[in-house]
Nanobody, 121 residues
Framework: QVQLVESGGGLVQAGASLRLSCVASGLTFENYNMGWFRQVPGKERDFVAAISRSSSTRYGDSVKDRFTISRDNAKNTVYLAMNSLRPEDTAVYFC???????????????WGQGTQVTVSS
């Protein structure tokens, strides 16, 4: 079965950087489009960034120019480099995989279990 395992979250101060990783198994990684979403309690899971099988990228408006998504097909891993972190970036970050389209919406994705990112002011 498909498994996505995130890591790299933590507690940082505003302005700091973090890099999240998501290792995928149970699928042919290079055939999947990958993405990152985030969720705070009581709110919907929101799109953050996505990368296609051909490595084209898309970003949510709130993270453009601060976050960078990348993938390493040899390691079955997708990354999210987060710079200039703000308190409003605090959330649980989820990795997503989708076979035929880029995962910019919540429907039709495989999901990881999430990793907590907390940004203090």
């Amino acid at each position: 079965q498909v498994q996505l395992v995130e890591s790299g979250g933590g507690l940082v101060q505003a302005g700091a950087s973090l890099r999240l990783s998501c290792v995928a198994s149970g699928l042919t990684f290079e055939n999947y489009n990958m993405g990152w979403f985030r969720q705070v309690p009581g709110k919907e899971r929101d799109f953050v960034a996505a990368i296609s099988r051909s490595s084209s990228t898309r970003y949510g408006d709130s993270v453009k120019d601060r976050f960078t998504i990348s993938r390493d097909n040899a390691k079955n891993t997708v990354y999210l480099a987060m710079n200039s972190l703000r308190p409003e970036d605090t959330a649980v970050y989820f990795c997503a995989a989708r076979r035929y389209t880029i995962p910019t919406t919540r429907d039709g994705n495989y999901w990881g279990q999430g990793t907590q990112v907390t940004v203090s002011s």
